[in-house]
Nanobody, 121 residues
Framework: QLQASGGGTVQAGGSLRLSCTAS????????MGWFRQAPGKEREFVAG????????RYGDSVKGRFTISRDNAKNTVYLQMSSLEPEDTAVYYC????????????????WGKGTLVTVSS
């Protein structure tokens, strides 16, 4: 299971950190991804991290502003979001897929419930 948390309302320019805690199985050889979906839009890849190697990948719209990381001891992946913009407003989801750092939602096998991030202008 994946449990995302940390969403909330923040002013433009502010920061927020999302957490995704994994339980029920070993995700050490998985890739963990963050996606987001705004009303009326398709689900968008935000960032991903290979749990074992630590390699990362980011969507173009968040490069330089968001950072993904993991804490192996806590089975938790984080998404540190800075310089937030109203366009970042969305429900954020964490997901997992075995081995490869895909950016397409359909490639991911496990999904957590989303957490809402609202950025006010």
């Amino acid at each position: 299971q994946l449990q995302a948390s940390g969403g909330g309302t923040v002013q433009a320019g502010g920061s927020l950190r999302l957490s995704c805690t994994a339980s029920g199985r070993t995700f050490s050889r998985y890739v963990m991804g963050w996606f987001r979906q705004a009303p009326g839009k398709e689900r968008e890849f935000v960032a991903g991290i290979n749990w074992s190697s630590g390699s990362t990948r980011y969507g173009d719209s968040v490069k330089g502003r968001f950072t993904i990381s993991r804490d192996n001891a806590k089975n938790t992946v984080y998404l540190q979001m800075s310089s937030l913009e109203p366009e970042d407003t969305a429900v954020y989801y964490c997901a997992a897929v075995y081995a490869s750092l895909f950016t397409t939602p359909s490639e991911y096998d496990y999904w957590g419930k989303g957490t809402l991030v609202t950025v006010s202008s």
